[in-house]
T-cell receptor, first 114, second 115 residues
Framework: AQKVTQAQTEISVVEKEDVTLDCVYE???????LFWYKQPPSGELVFLIR??????QNEISGRYSWNFQKSTSSFNFTITASQVVDSAVYFC???????????FGTGTRLKVLA | SQTIHQWPATLVQPVGSPLSLECTVE??????LYWYRQAAGRGLQLLFY??????ISSEVPQNLSASRPQDRQFILSSKKLLLSDSGFYLC??????????????FGQGTRLTVV
């Protein structure tokens, strides 16, 4: 069965600090896809990144970076030099090939304090 | 470009009243469509998804139903709302390319309060 665990319910950091959001997933499939979404206070989910199970390369996009490790079934998200605008709820999600379903974790609320 | 429209943005309904939330997608054909619910301070729960007209898969037995009368239209309904139906409802779409799951794109959501 598919499962995504985001153990960190809420994190507070001071602006300019680095912060890592953890995501651990469970799947029996060898082909699957992992995602991160940002939910600002407005409520709409904003897509950040998609990763497939065959690509373990880490990715960097500006202040955002993602660390995918199949050995530990983790797909962690790091924000470098955090800003107040990064304050939001962040969701990790998993989709097994051919299932059409996206299973989300419970989210991590990030508060960046000025 | 593709866009997704979801309405209404906010809804307050009495217990026992019916519900109809509508979602439409533009700019793509044969999308996969989804309804998720987010209870206050909690994660996203998949309610229904559809891979084609008239094809509905239900994930959680509940007081709700879904229909897909047209390729890019997805409707969430209830005959009689319960207090526990309160929450934030999100519609989403995705496409499948040669067996791979693309990312899902979400509407702006409907905040439903049952009183």
């Amino acid at each position: 069965a598919q499962k995504v665990t985001q153990a960190q319910t809420e994190i507070s950091v001071v602006e300019k600090e680095d912060v890592t959001l953890d995501c651990v997933y469970e799947t029996r499939d060898t082909t699957y896809y992992l995602f991160w979404y940002k939910q600002p206070p407005s409520g709409e989910l904003v897509f950040l990144i998609r990763r497939n199970s065959f690509d373990e390369q880490n990715e960097i996009s500006g202040r955002y970076s993602w660390n995918f490790q199949k050995s530990t079934s983790s797909f962690n998200f790091t924000i470098t030099a955090s800003q107040v605008v990064d304050s939001a709820v962040y969701f990790c999600a998993l989709s097994e090939a051919g299932t059409y379903k996206y299973i989300f974790g419970t989210g991590t609320r990030l508060k960046v304090l000025a | 470009s593709q866009t997704i429209h979801q309405w209404p943005a906010t809804l307050v309904q009495p217990v026992g009243s019916p519900l109809s939330l509508e979602c439409t997608v533009e700019g793509t054909s044969n999308p996969n469509l989804y309804w998720y619910r987010q209870a206050a301070g909690r994660g996203l729960q998949l309610l229904f998804y559809s891979v084609g007209i008239g094809q509905i898969s239900s994930e959680v037995p509940q007081n709700l139903s879904a229909s897909r009368p047209q390729d890019r239209q997805f409707i969430l309904s209830s005959k009689k709302l319960l207090l526990s139906d309160s929450g934030f409802y999100l519609c989403a779409w995705s496409v499948t390319r040669t067996g791979s799951s693309t990312e899902a794109f979400f509407g702006q959501g409907t905040r439903l309060t049952v009183v």
